[in-house]
């Protein structure tokens, strides 16, 4: 399989713990993009990388939100004491260079803070 | 900003033509996504406009019309498995995304 996958699918927590996500793009693709998803809800931008590179980070992304792709290949989003309003499903997606490719999704980490 | 506004729901009979609208606001950008997600799933492509005009790919057409802020998904002959969402997202990039349209299909 060559797809964009995610790890864990899915994570349950306390509040004010740490969590850490991991994806992996498909392999030829400099491109990745973290989202958030939420019910009722389309995707939301959080933040993206070209390569190893953080080219743009949302305004709403807090500075508890930290995301890493150290050599350009997998990506980890780190999310430190969470709070409830955390709670749901983050997506990875990689493409090509430039705005005119496709995105690929991954299936999602979905999180849920207790 | 970039106000991206679709219907909420839809509801189509099995066999027939859907079109799903997607009207926006915003200062620039590289093209017009459509995207489909099944619930619990990852939303999955379904096209790609750039220009001004109609894509079509077998059963899924979109229009862009950039000048009047606004693209369609156009569904044809309609299958049960097509009840999805259906995201309409503009690529800056990032893509930024519509809420999304819950297309129920009935028979």
């Known amino acids: 399989d060559t797809g964009v996958s995610q790890d864990p699918r899915h994570k349950i927590t306390k509040r004010g713990q740490n969590v850490t996500f991991r994806c992996d793009p498909i392999?030829?693709?400099?491109?990745l993009y973290w989202y958030r998803q939420t019910l009722g809800q389309g995707p939301e931008f959080l933040t993206y990388?070209?390569?190893?590179?953080?080219?743009?980070k949302s305004r709403l992304l807090s500075d508890r939100f930290s995301a890493e792709r150290p050599k350009g290949s997998f990506s980890t989003l780190e999310i430190q004491r969470t709070e409830q309003g955390d709670s749901a499903m983050y997506l990875c997606?990689?493409?090509?260079?430039?705005?005119?490719?496709?995105?690929?999704f991954g299936p999602g980490t979905r999180l849920t803070v207790t | 900003g970039q106000n991206i506004d679709q219907p909420t729901e839809m509801t189509a009979t099995e066999g027939a033509i859907v079109q799903i609208n997607c009207t926006y606001q915003?200062?620039?950008?590289?093209?017009l996504f459509w995207y489909q997600q099944h619930a619990g799933e990852a939303p999955t492509f379904l096209s790609y406009?750039?220009?001004?005009g109609l894509e079509e790919k077998g059963r899924f057409s979109s229009f862009l019309s950039r000048s009047k802020g606004y693209s369609y998904l156009l569904l044809k002959e309609l299958q049960m498995k097509d009840s999805a969402s259906y995201l309409c997202?503009?690529?800056?990039?990032?893509?930024?995304f519509g809420k999304g349209t819950r297309l129920s299909v009935i028979a």
């Open positions: 997606a990689s493409s090509l260079d430039g705005g005119g490719h496709e995105q690929y």
């Open positions: 392999s030829e693709h400099n491109r």
């Open positions: 990388f070209q390569n190893e590179a953080q080219l743009e």
């Open positions: 915003t200062s620039g950008f590289n093209g």
């Open positions: 406009n750039v220009l001004d």
């Open positions: 997202a503009v690529s800056l990039p990032p893509l930024v």
